[in-house]
């Protein structure tokens, strides 16, 4: 098992910036890839980020490439998600996630934590 426990979610206004954590204990960290996800009530939940074990390897989604930017350290078993330039559509729950492969519709996604909410104000 992995727990993964996110914060730094919070209200921001239009073009604001915050920084995500996501914090993993249990097996070893850098043995899985790991992802950020959002969701809004009532839709599918759709990627944002992922990175591969080494870092080596990042897919971003379309919608926040340019802005955000995901990043691990494997030391302090935490991924990161820099958010810059926030949009209203940018509002969601981020979900963090762990598995095996850093294909971002890879269904290895395994392990998923409680979700931090982000609020963009226009």
């Known amino acids: 098992q992995v727990q993964l426990v996110e914060s730094g979610g919070g209200l921001v206004q239009t073009v604001g910036s915050l920084r995500l954590s996501c914090a993993a204990a249990g097996r070893t960290f850098s043995n899985y890839a790991m992802g950020w996800f959002r969701q809004a009530p009532g839709k599918d939940r759709e990627f944002v980020a992922t990175?591969?074990?080494?870092?080596?390897?990042?897919y971003y989604a379309d919608s926040v490439k340019g802005r955000f930017f995901i990043s691990r350290d494997n030391a302090k078993n935490t991924v990161y998600l820099q958010m810059n330039s926030l949009k209203p559509e940018d509002t969601d729950v981020y979900y963090c996630?762990?598995?095996?492969?850093?294909?971002?519709?890879?269904?290895?996604?395994?392990?998923w934590g409680q979700g931090t909410q982000v609020t963009v104000s226009s």
């Open positions: 990175i591969s074990q080494s870092g080596g390897s990042i």
């Open positions: 996630a762990a598995g095996l492969s850093v294909v971002p519709r890879s269904r290895s996604w395994d392990y």
